[in-house]
């Protein structure tokens, strides 16, 4: 069966830390990925996506990176964080050409 | 570029039917969804439709599309206290083949 795992659930890190959030599918082969970011009371904004390995496509500008180092996996990243960064991490997939897009249950992110 | 917009709130009696609103203005979008979340969770999917479609009907949901006028409405019938979430709007945009979102609308039902 086809599942999407996010980790970690929740996180508070200082500002200035560096930040790693991983996604990975099962039951898939070369999914488009996707990361979203939900600040507080808000609707979810596209930040990366990927149709393939070593493939990302930034939608904003911002000190957040990512990477798709295996078919599978996707991970955020910043080297520094900003107390704007606080927000809920939402991982998605979609199995081209299926029209369905499956989300993970999210990483809450509070930067202190 | 694509907006989606929603109304923020919606409250409604336990029983009752619910209608929740959304537009859009990218008139290449070729898939619209909607989503349900619930406190503190990711997003899960209940139903989307194909932009040649005006209607699709699933158990107590219902969509009605309004091509002309970029018009998405969710129909829940027999609400219930368990409906009580935040309820998304999307497209599918074709160029990047990602999801835009509406801000969402927060149902609440009352007992």
């Known amino acids: 069966s086809q599942t999407i795992h996010q980790w970690p659930a929740t996180l508070v890190q200082p500002v200035g830390s560096p930040l790693s959030l991983e996604c990975t599918v099962e039951?898939?082969?070369?999914?488009?990925l996707y990361w979203y970011r939900q600040a507080a009371g808000r609707g979810l904004q596209l930040l990366f996506y990927?149709?393939?390995?070593?493939?990302i496509s930034s939608e904003v500008p911002q000190n957040l990176s990512a990477s798709r180092p295996q078919d599978r996996q996707f991970i955020l990243s910043s080297k520094k964080l900003l107390l704007s960064d606080s927000g809920f991490y939402l991982c998605?997939?979609?199995?081209?050409?299926?029209?369905?897009?499956?989300f993970g249950s999210g990483t809450r992110l509070t930067v202190v | 570029g694509e907006d989606v917009e929603q109304s923020l709130f919606l409250s409604v009696r336990e029983g009752d039917s619910s209608v929740i609103n959304c537009t859009y203005t990218?008139?290449?979008?070729?898939?619209l969804y909607w989503y349900k979340q619930e406190p503190g969770a990711g997003l899960q999917l209940l139903t989307y439709?194909?932009?040649?479609?005006d209607m699709k009907q699933d158990q107590r949901l219902t969509v009605l599309l309004n091509k002309k006028d970029k018009h998405l409405s969710l129909r829940i019938a027999d609400t219930q206290t368990g409906d009580s979430a935040i309820y998304f709007c999307?497209?599918?945009?074709?160029?990047?083949?990602?999801?835009?979102f509406g801000s969402g609308t927060r149902l609440q039902v009352q007992p």
């Open positions: 998605a997939w979609r199995e081209p050409p299926g029209r369905s897009y499956t």
């Open positions: 039951g898939t082969s070369n999914p488009n």
């Open positions: 990927s149709v393939g390995i070593g493939q």
């Open positions: 990218d008139s290449s979008s070729t898939y």
């Open positions: 439709i194909f932009s040649n479609m």
């Open positions: 999307a497209e599918a945009d074709t160029g990047r083949r990602a999801l835009t």
